[in-house]
T-cell receptor, first 108, second 115 residues
Framework: GQSLEQPSEVTAVEGAIVQINCTYQTSGFYGLSWYQQHDGGAPTFLSYNALDGLEETGRFSSFLSRSDSYGYLLLQELQMKDSASYFCAVMDTDKLIFGTGTRLQVFP | GAVVSQHPSRVICKSGTSVKIECRSLDFQATTMFWYRQFPKQSLMLMATSNEGSKATYEQGVEKDKFLINHASLTLSTLTVTSAHPEDSSFYIC???????????FGDGTRLSIL
């Protein structure tokens, strides 16, 4: 079957660094994406890895290891506005499959 | 960047009503769009893949006759929830990409409440 596992919740303080892990098992793989979703809102695209390695976009970085079926999202210099749910997603052949989601709470 | 527009943003209606939700790609053409449903504090569950000019592909467990999908043009897909009941109340979201293997961009979602 297909599965993308993430920790259910992560907490941190402002200014800290957090890493949200994602392990996946899918029949096909065309890349790992990360999305942010605030309560009541739609997902917004953060980052995408098609190849192994680290992608950096401002305060957010994403890493992929295809041999380990593993990736992570790294959030640096955390701000209160980063409190949201974060989803990894795998493009599996012809559709996007979402992970279980991680709720990040940032405290002052 | 790619923009996806979804309408309406919120619907409240009586049980038995059919509700149509539109998803438009505003600045690109999308041969494929996706429809998701999300219950509170849960992940996005793919319902179906909408294919321009052909039948939609539904995920296992999703009723085709209940959730009608039409993708009549390269910029518009519609999801109709037929004879909606309270258990159909959910957050429905569409997505599209301007090319294969590129990240999906999401509409703002439609919050459907059936009384």
């Amino acid at each position: 079957g297909q599965s993308l596992e993430q920790p259910s919740e992560v907490t941190a303080v402002e200014g800290a660094i957090v890493q949200i892990n994602c392990t996946y098992q899918t029949s096909g793989f065309y890349g790992l994406s990360w999305y942010q979703q605030h309560d009541g809102g739609a997902p917004t695209f953060l980052s995408y890895n098609a190849l192994d390695g680290l992608e950096e976009t401002g305060r957010f970085s994403s890493f992929l290891s295809r041999s380990d079926s593993y990736g992570y999202l790294l959030l640096q210099e955390l701000q209160m506005k980063d409190s949201a749910s974060y989803f990894c997603a795998v493009m599996d052949t012809d559709k996007l499959i979402f992970g279980t989601g991680t709720r990040l709470q940032v405290f002052p | 960047g790619a923009v996806v527009s979804q309408h309406p943003s919120r619907v409240i209606c009586k049980s038995g009503t059919s509700v149509k939700i539109e998803c438009r790609s505003l600045d690109f053409q999308a041969t494929t769009m996706f429809w998701y449903r999300q219950f509170p504090k849960q992940s996005l569950m793919l319902m179906a893949t909408s294919n321009e000019g052909s039948k939609a592909t539904y995920e296992q467990g999703v009723e085709k006759d209940k959730f009608l999908i039409n993708h009549a043009s390269l910029t518009l897909s519609t999801l109709t929830v037929t004879s909606a009941h309270p258990e159909d109340s959910s957050f429905y979201i569409c997505s599209a990409s301007d090319s294969f293997n590129q990240p999906q961009h999401f509409g703002d979602g439609t919050r459907l409440s059936i009384l």
